[in-house]
């Protein structure tokens, strides 16, 4: 009986063990390019238990003589699978900061127009393929392009 416990054992610790060194994308990962975004913009993307996801991206933008900076929040899941990772996206907030009230107001409603049609792109092509660097580094494809993401 002994035997056949410590059998039990072994195999639930291996298996534990196996599985604590599979790939993960959980925690904090940043890019400093973001294909078909404004020169300049950088990114992070944080990954957590559950399947969830967070993408915030920051740009400084120019308009004519005006400097300010755009912040995009997405939430969404995300599913792991091999060296493939599919995304869901479902909200998305677009922030501005440094404009001048006159021009936020009319911009802030032009964004929000946007966003339901920003989603759905996102969500068509929403499956990409990994490929791990190290833990650390990742490159993830797309049809059209890729981003590289380091472990924060």
Known sequence: MRTIYALVTALIAAA????SQGKSLIGTWTADAIPEAPPGTKGTFTYSSGDKVVMKMTADQQFGEIKFKMIMTIDGTYKLEGDKVTYKFDKMDIQTEGLPDAIKA????????????????????????????SNDEIVVKGQKNSLT????
Do not use: F, P
Not at 113 to 129: E, F, I, R, Y
Not at 149 to 152: G, I, Y
């Open 149 to 152: 993401l380091k472990r924060a």
């Open 16 to 19: 534990i063990i196996g599985c």
């Open 106 to 133: 009319q911009t802030t409603a032009t964004l929000e127009g946007m966003k339901q049609q920003l989603l759905a792109d996102m969500n068509k092509d929403a499956t990409h393929s990994v490929e791990w660097k």
